[in-house]
Structure formats: C-alpha cells, structure tokens
C-alpha cells in the first residue's frame, strides 16, 4: 500500500466531510488550502527523514529545517501516519474517530514502527506550530468600500459577508521566495473591460433570464453550462472545496504514471503547498484590488445605479438592474424545507481563485513530470475525469441528481487550467480577465501579468524551481 495516496485520500474525505457534518472546521476554500499543505507537507517530512537515514538513504530533502535525524530503523508508513492522523486531528477534531478507524485500517506491519510513529509525531507538532499564528477566515473589523467598483456582498445573498479579508496579507507563506503580485485588473469602462462585461453578462446569466438578453449577445449553450458546473466544489455538501477537486485530479495521474511512494511523496507535498500560497496571496490581490462581481458590476454598470450613484435617467446599454448569474453551484443542498439558492461567493473577484489554485496546483505537477512549456501536454492521454459535481449521485439546488458526465481532455492538464478559469464565467461568477487576459481571438494571452492562471504559474515555477523549501516570506507589511 501507498501510504502517501492512502492519507492523501484521508485528508480529501476529511475536506468533504467538513462542508457536510455541520462543524465548520477548516471552511472556505483558503482554510482548506491551508490544511491540506500542512497536512502534506508533515507526512512529506515524515517520510523523506525516515528515507533519508543512512540505511536506506534516498535524496528527499527535506521542506523543515533542523529536524532530528529519526531512530535507525524506523518505519516510513508509521512515521506518514502518524504525521497525518496527527495534522488531520488538530485541524479537524470532530472527525478524529474517522482517523483513528483509517489508521487502524492502514495495515501497519514491520519493525520500527514505534520509532517511525514517534518522528512522525514530532514533524505534525513542528509543522503545526510553524502555522499557529496563521490568521482566521473571520471578517470581524473589516469594512466594505461603497465606491463604484468595489466588492459588495452578493445581492441575492446581502448577509453572505466576506470570507478572509484578513487572511491572505497576514499570512505567513508556504514555499514561495517572493510575495508576488499581479497587475491591476482592466480599468472599469474600458474596451477590456466592457468586452468582459458583455462576455459574462450572455455566458453566466440565470437560465430563466436568457429571454432579457439584448441583440448580439449569445447566451451559454448547454456544454458550457456543464463545464461552468462541473468545475464547481464551491463549498458544497458532500463536495468541498476546490483543493480538494485538483488533488483527486493529481490522483488520476500518480496512478497512471505508476508512481513509486518516494514520487507520490513530493508531488503531493509539492502540489498542496503550491495552493497552500495559491490561497495566501490570491486572497492578498483580491482585498487589494477590491473589485466587484458580474452580480453587482452588471446590476451597477450606470452610474447612477448603487451607493455611490449620480443623477442620470437614461441607462448604458451594457447595465441589467435585475441581472442574475446561474451562479456557483448550491450542490447537494436541498431540504424538504427550503431550495438552497445558488450564489456568488462572499470575496472580491479579481483575481479568481478557482484559476489560481487550479494553474498553481495542475502546473507543478506538468513540471514535477518535466513539461515546461505553457500548451498542451500529453500527461492525461487516455484517462478520464469524474467531477463529483457529475457524478450521478450529486442533486442540483433543486433537489434534480444530476446525470454522470465522464470527460476527457486530450491537451491533458494545460487544458484544464484554461478550461477551469474559464467555467467561472459560465457561472456568471467571474469576469474573463480574473482567470487571464484574452487576446484579439479571446485566446489566453499570458504574455500579461493579469489573472489567477498567470498567478498560479509564478506560484508553481517558484516553489518547484526552489525545491520547496520553509518559505521566508512573512505577512505582507
């Protein structure tokens, strides 16, 4: 048994089942990136110091500095489980029965496992402890900007609040070397901008709406209404986060390359602690550049509409007073009381995180496996992907299960990345430009330091160039 995909399966049903149990541990999709790179990143210690012993040497550096060397012959699985059922506890203590059963059920046999059970343990307390300062999700003392532009709450949810406005500039970083930025969105009115607007305003409109749209817009057809959904994991009952989403992504193709566990061991580690600084600094240039969602900027398009409005009695063609996205997916949410309204999340829109944390996660591993170039790779040849968002079990905000959708893509995980940035705008929760700038054919233009894709890459170039090492790079100043 693999004990790195074993415990990376673990943490994944421990992410799923934290948006379905009601404990509201590691909530949003910045907690979770967070848990899953500690997690990770103490079993990769775990496992690289026991590997590393004079006995059976193998060249894993390590990502902490200093550790102690383990006692000869210690066991690398007991080490990995005890560093993971210790992680996954802390972060989620209503759920340590569950990791108690599966590290009954890891099947732990051999000598040492007293020793590797014992550095294991010491990495978790070392990596915790590494992370106890790391802020809340909480909005407690932060104000909204009533300015044209700025993010506001979704206004088919006006109590939503704002997820972890705090977070991303008081975070200390996982593995990068550099707290790197972006450049500031399409300036609100310009031929970008309002080609953006249109964009989303005809591709993530509500389905019951398409009949208000205007001459020369095309609404979303029924494939891109599947791939604005099946991207989702937008905090869903029995789904989670995206994180999530991408880890079930890397697993497909660990396997399929037949990854030996010293492999498995460093692209996980590699893989997580990418989005662990995805949700730090995406989250940094969001409450930065402060910009508002389609639900809003659609709505608000005239200047006389919203808080800040002046005087005008003739509206811009490009303004909907009454336009509402399909919106991100309340998956798995209805009760025989209520039908769960879908929704734009609670944080400003530029840059997306769906896109960063996708790019940051999908594109180291294109490089762990030695693909550089930014086009397509052939790393998911003849595999296919189930989102749980379509997995034949999944019930629409209607209470509708929705029909299992196998889907291949032959450019393989650059494909993904483009085609994950993109599913926001079928959703009606994104403009174009939060994921990447488009070129005069609405191709992805990276040349351009703008968007969540462009920003995932820097985040997986650095770290994967930098061997992933502690990073020094502390809360923004």
Request: proline letters at 8%; a negative charge; aromatic letters at 8%.
């Amino acid at each position: 048994m693999d004990p790195i995909l074993y415990w990376n399966k673990v943490a994944l049903e421990a992410n799923r089942i934290s948006f379905t149990n009601g404990k509201n541990e590691q909530p949003g999709p910045t907690l979770s990136s967070r848990a899953l790179a500690i997690v990770h990143l103490a079993m990769y210690d775990a496992y690289a110091g026991v590997r590393g012993n004079p006995i059976t040497p193998v060249n894993l550096s390590p990502y902490l500095p200093g550790l102690p060397n383990p006692q000869p012959h210690a066991s690398a699985e007991a080490a990995v489980a005890a560093a993971a059922h210790a992680t996954l506890s802390s972060l989620y203590p209503s759920q340590k029965s569950f990791f108690d059963l599966k590290h009954s059920q890891a099947g732990l046999k051999g000598e040492g496992l007293k020793e590797g059970h014992e550095f294991g343990l010491l990495v978790a307390h070392k990596i915790l402890e590494k992370r106890q300062e790391d802020p809340s999700a909480s909005d407690d003392g932060y104000a909204a900007s009533i300015a044209r532009g700025a993010h506001r709450p979704d206004p088919d949810h006006p109590a939503q609040g704002f997820n972890a406005p705090f977070y991303g500039a008081k975070s200390r970083c996982f593995a990068v070397t550099s707290r790197h930025e972006l450049d500031a969105p399409p300036q609100l009115g310009s031929d970008e901008y309002l080609n953006a607007l249109r964009q989303v305003r005809a591709k993530g409109i509500a389905p019951e709406l398409m009949g208000t749209l205007p001459a020369g817009l095309s609404p979303r057809t029924a494939n891109e209404t599947l791939i604005g959904i099946y991207w989702g994991y937008d905090g869903a009952v029995d789904l989670g986060t995206p994180p999530r989403l991408y880890n079930q992504i890397v697993r497909a193709v660990a396997i399929a390359q037949n990854n030996c566990v010293d492999k498995n061991a460093r692209l996980f580690a590699l893989v997580n602690a990418a989005m662990g600084d995805a949700g730090i600094l995406a989250w940094d240039q969001k409450y930065i550049y402060d910009l508002w969602r389609p639900v809003v900027g659609i709505r608000e398009d005239d200047p006389s509409l919203g808080p800040a409005g002046i005087g005008n009695n003739c509206l811009s063609d490009d303004s909907d007073s009454s336009w509402l996205p399909l919106g991100a997916p309340s998956t798995n949410s209805k009760t025989k009381e209520e039908m769960k309204k879908n929704f734009t999340p609670p944080f400003p829109a530029y840059p997306s995180g769906h896109a960063t944390f996708g790019a940051a996660a999908l594109h180291i591993t294109r490089l762990f496996y030695g693909v550089t170039d930014l086009c397509n790779d052939n790393l998911f040849d003849c595999l296919t992907f189930v989102s749980d968002e379509f997995n034949g079990i999944s019930q629409d905000n209607k209470g509708t299960v929705r029909p299992k959708h196998t889907r291949s893509f032959p450019g393989g995980l650059w494909e993904m990345i483009v085609e994950n940035g993109l599913s926001r705008v079928f959703l009606g929760v994104h403009w174009v430009f939060d994921a990447f700038a488009v070129d005069s054919s609405d191709r992805p233009d990276l040349s351009r330091n703008i968007g969540g894709v462009p920003l995932g890459i820097t985040i997986a170039e650095d770290i994967f160039n930098n061997e992933m090492n502690l990073s020094t790079v502390g809360p923004r100043s």
